[in-house]
């Protein structure tokens, strides 16, 4: 049998924690599969000129076999996802974890094969994302009052935003540091490994470590390729794969320490929200999160609450 080709691509350069996970895949099913697969990475697609959203195109269309992407991009397509854009609510990474590699993470790559022409095979970690601007300071609500800030394509996003005064603007990736570099936008929302890894703070000198949100990045596949490899080749895909999530996860916790460090070394501040300044922000959100909670299934809900309350 000829080797079954699987073409992964991703949007981010060669220290990213994605991309360290994308090599660690293909070395994974070398020892998995050996040489029934034929593994390419196509790490960057953003040098050549696309946009980072391109991919989603790319792989539902079967140019491509597979990507990481951000879950939010596709909430508008699967609601369901939306889970995870409940502001100021998800705790720690160990929790989410426990969500994505149980009950609820099987249910949003039910909805996901249900709904769209891809398979989730699994789910990265996105970085709890914080906000980073070149004015000053943000450590209440009054200090977003009027900034323009960079969101994601995400409805749920942009509200949450709002009502904490700022202006949103959606930006693509690509996009992103002329936008910060220019003035386009004041303020904008990652984790630190993008903050850092995007070259934002040359001009950001401010980041307030909100963890407003834990990003999650779905492993997507094209259905279709899926569904045509044989039961043995698949399992040993997703025997990878594992393994590349877990490495991948274990990355994102270790570049948070040595991004922060890095941006300090650059004259970047770094300021933490106290518990009160933090409940501040939360009830500045609490009315549109809650209209995002009850767009959502019960039972969802009830699978959500349950793993992240460790039950």
């Known amino acids: 049998m000829a080797p079954i080709s699987i073409r992964f691509g991703g949007y981010q350069g060669l220290a990213s924690v994605h991309t360290r996970a994308g090599h660690a895949f293909g070395d994974a099913l070398s020892k998995t599969l050996g040489n029934t697969a034929d ?110 800030i960079r969101t994601l394509a995400n409805d749920n996003h942009q509200r949450v935003f709002r009502a904490l005064g700022f202006e949103p603007k959606t930006i693509d990736v690509r996009d992103l540091p002329a936008a910060v570099a220019d003035g386009t936008v004041d303020a904008q929302e990652n984790p630190l490994t993008n903050i850092y890894n995007f070259g934002l703070h040359k001009n950001h000198k401010h980041i307030t470590l909100t963890r407003h949100l834990i990003g999650v990045a779905m492993v997507l596949f094209n259905k279709a390729a899926v569904q045509s490899w044989p039961a043995d080749f698949k399992k040993g895909v997703q025997q990878a794969l594992r393994k590349a999530t877990q490495a991948q996860r274990g990355f994102a916790d270790e570049d948070d320490v040595v991004c922060a460090d890095s941006l300090v070394a650059e004259g970047v501040e770094i300021g933490d929200l106290s518990k009160a300044q933090r409940q501040a922000f939360v009830d500045a959100t609490k009315d549109e999160v809650a209209k995002t909670r009850a767009g959502f299934d019960a039972r969802l809900i009830t699978l959500f609450d349950a793993d992240l309350a460790g039950s």
């Open 39 to 148: 593994f390419s990475f196509d790490s960057n697609i953003v040098e050549r000129g696309q946009k980072a959203s391109d991919l989603l195109s790319l792989v539902e269309s079967g140019t491509l076999d597979a990507c990481y992407f951000s879950s939010s991009y596709l909430a508008s397509r699967v609601p369901e996802l939306g889970i995870f854009d409940q502001h100021f609510i998800v705790p720690d990474r160990a929790r989410a974890y426990a969500a994505l590699d149980g009950a609820l993470g099987r249910e949003l790559s039910r909805l996901m094969e249900e709904k769209t022409g891809y398979a989730v095979l699994d789910f990265w970690d996105n970085g709890f994302r914080h906000i980073s601007n070149g004015k000053g300071p943000i450590l209440s609500p009054e200090d977003c009052q009027g900034l323009k």
